[in-house]
């Protein structure tokens, strides 16, 4: 049977540092492989053992890829459309095939994730772990410090009220809205309730994953830092957060 390859050349290879990096990080115990702690010459598969540092899962694959989309407006967020639309993944390379992690309406711009990662993409938009989503949106008329204080404490919507948000406003009917729950169509419904709809919206940050200099319609990798924070950040989320599941838009 295969003998796997050494732990600490498949922490290197992710991203988290040179070997004598990931040599230290196994010394210190932040470490574990399938719940255990790491012993320095530990031997894992990729395809089979769960690897976790500091707490966090990490995709130890060779094949898995991880990219940051900046979503036009006009595009539609899945694999296929019926009607013939432009999709998301015709945007990022054919192979190998990723899919999009959560959603982003039509109408709406912004960063979204696309990977062949299962299993982190399930624990970003599993309920349970809600990592915080930034969104731009310029709407009609300039809300009151009456209205971005009803944002912050939670609105009422025909599915209940929305958790705590962070609101404020940037510019004359410029809002920043940061989230954490799911809700379809939620950005837009929350400034809907407080009578100012949405003329244009962007999501500007996911988590920890943020880039102001990716043009509409360019995408890139994700570095192994930024990997490595936004698997930190779902860690974190999944033990002090809940709600609904879908990404907000």
């Not at 040599?23 to 690897?51: F, K, T, Y």
């Not at 993944?89 to 959603?103: K, S, T």
């Not at 599993?126 to 990592?131: D, F, L």
């Amino acid at each position: 049977m295969d003998e796997g390859e050494r732990l600490q050349k498949v922490l290197a290879r992710v991203g988290l540092g040179s070997r004598r990096t990931c040599e230290e990080l196994i010394a210190e115990e932040r470490v574990r492989v399938n719940g255990e702690i790491a012993e320095l010459g530990r031997r894992v598969h990729p395809d089979v053992d769960l690897v976790e540092v500091d707490g966090a899962p990490i995709g130890i694959r060779p094949d898995l890829v991880h990219y940051l989309l900046n979503k036009p407006a006009g595009v539609v967020t899945t694999a296929a459309d019926p009607q013939g639309r432009p999709t998301v993944v015709e945007l990022v390379p054919a192979e190998p095939r990723v899919f999009p992690v959560g959603r982003l309406d039509l109408d709406t711009e912004g960063l979204l994730l696309l990977t062949n990662d299962g299993e982190l993409a399930n624990r970003i938009a599993h309920p349970s772990h809600g990592v915080d989503k930034e969104y731009l949106a310029q709407v009609r008329g300039t809300p009151s410090r009456a209205a971005l204080r009803a944002l912050r404490e939670g609105v009422e919507l025909d599915d209940g009220p929305t958790a705590p948000a962070q609101a404020s406003l940037t510019a004359e009917g410029l809002v920043k809205l940061t989230i954490h729950e799911g809700r379809n169509r939620q950005v837009r419904r929350m400034l809907d309730a407080v009578g100012h709809p949405v003329e244009r919206l962007i999501r500007t940050r996911i988590g920890p994953v943020a880039d102001r200099r990716l043009a509409p319609g360019a995408w890139r990798s994700l570095t192994g830092a930024e990997l490595r924070a936004l698997e930190r950040a779902v860690a974190d989320a999944g033990r002090i957060t809940s709600g609904p599941g879908r990404d907000a838009r």
